[in-house]
């Protein structure tokens, strides 16, 4: 049985959430495959890439994703005769094929914010934002596949709310980057005694991610530091500082993972007063870490958190302040880290590479 895995979203300088899915999800993939019969080829566009798979990988070079050949790419993929595609995207033309396709929408986020990532090309960008003014060119794009993957349950009930595909909707979860890897004493080195200190926040500053709240939350927060972790423009910095006024407020204008995994270890808990998100990596990586978390009250980080996390109104500065407040408690604290270990402990990529492997196996065989 021969499964191609797209691997062209990987990133050769620095992962973001698709990157980092789709090369966890491959080296996952890439352990699991040999038990079940299944042959893997790594699709790939640049030779970088290559040190990104696991070693030995079989790999196929073909175009970048965002050529204008992806629109016909069954027709080179049908030369190699495969059994089964895997695209962690949706891009992936499938218009002639002679295989059986899986491809993967991670969430609806773009739909009610449609800016598009900003290193895209311009043409592309403006394709993006058209592209979500209705949902028919979705469905156009999902109903071309035999199945279609999601990372979360809460994005498969929004693809039915709105009858997103016809097509059968898979689970195969997003899972925590391993931070405690990159701590030189793993686990033990996460400071999770005593009052917290310090409040981590890592994502962008787009106006859904209501960074706002947070910082107004600082002003009843004496004595503790506020990390904005992630890169952001100066005229949104100016305007954020002024906001916080005598605040602890830090921005760190980008952290490599190490730094993140020691912010999260000193005596803090992850923070985000969202307005909305997709599925939320930052609080998963945290649980794992075994960090507790203040968040927004919504559908998906209760999926993600469980009960390993202090639910607030996004809009309610004072909310957030008790929350973070509750956790100086010792007994309340272990209690939330010890849910939300056990909790994020059911996300791993082993997991997931087996949902996904399940899923060619029907599809190969049926």
Not at 7 to 17: L, P
Not at 44 to 69: C, G, N, V
Not at 122 to 137: K, N, Q
Not at 144 to 150: G, M
Request: hydrophobic share 45%; charged share 20%; glycine share 6%.
């Amino acid at each position: 049985m021969r499964l191609f895995f797209d691997a062209r979203y990987i990133r050769t300088d620095f992962h973001d959430g698709i990157s980092r899915y789709s090369a966890e999800l491959a080296a996952a993939v890439h352990e699991a495959a040999p038990g079940r019969g299944v042959e893997v080829t790594y699709l790939i566009h640049d030779e970088a890439q290559r040190a990104l798979l696991p070693e030995r990988a079989q790999t196929l070079a073909m175009t970048a994703p965002t050529s204008w050949r992806e629109p016909v790419a069954a027709r080179l993929l049908n030369r190699f005769a495969p059994d089964v595609v895997f695209s962690p995207m949706q891009t992936l033309g499938a218009r002639g094929r002679r295989y059986r396709l899986i491809l993967t929408l991670h969430d609806t986020i773009y739909y009610r914010h449609r800016t598009p990532p900003r290193d895209l090309p311009a043409p592309i960008r403006l394709g993006w934002r058209l592209f979500h003014l209705s949902y028919v060119p979705q469905r156009l794009t999902l109903d071309a596949a035999d199945v279609v993957a999601t990372v979360s349950e809460t994005s498969r009930r929004q693809f039915a709310a709105v009858r997103l595909t016809k097509r059968p909707v898979v689970v195969i979860p997003n899972a925590p980057q391993r931070l405690a890897d990159l701590l030189p004493g793993g686990r033990d080195d996460v400071q999770a005694d005593g009052p917290v200190r310090n409040l981590v926040y890592m994502g962008s500053f787009m106006p859904y991610k209501n960074v706002e709240t947070l910082v107004r939350a600082m002003r009843l927060l004496p004595g503790r530091t506020l990390h904005l972790l992630s890169r952001i423009a100066p005229a949104r910095r100016a305007e954020l500082q002024a906001l916080a006024g005598d605040a602890a407020v830090v921005f760190h204008n980008g952290v490599t993972d190490a730094a993140y995994a020691a912010a999260l270890a000193d005596h803090a808990v992850l923070a985000s007063t969202s307005l909305d998100e997709g599925y939320g990596l930052p609080l998963a990586e945290a649980l794992a870490l075994g960090v507790p978390a203040v968040v927004t009250d919504m559908e998906i980080f209760h999926e993600v958190a469980g009960d390993g996390a202090v639910y607030v109104d996004p809009h309610d500065e004072k909310a957030v302040a008790a929350a973070v407040t509750s956790l100086d408690d010792d007994a309340v604290r272990a209690g939330v880290i010890a849910a939300g270990t056990a909790h994020i402990a059911r996300y791993s990529w082993e997991r997931s590479a087996g949902a996904l492997l399940d899923t060619v196996t029907t599809l190969a065989r049926g």
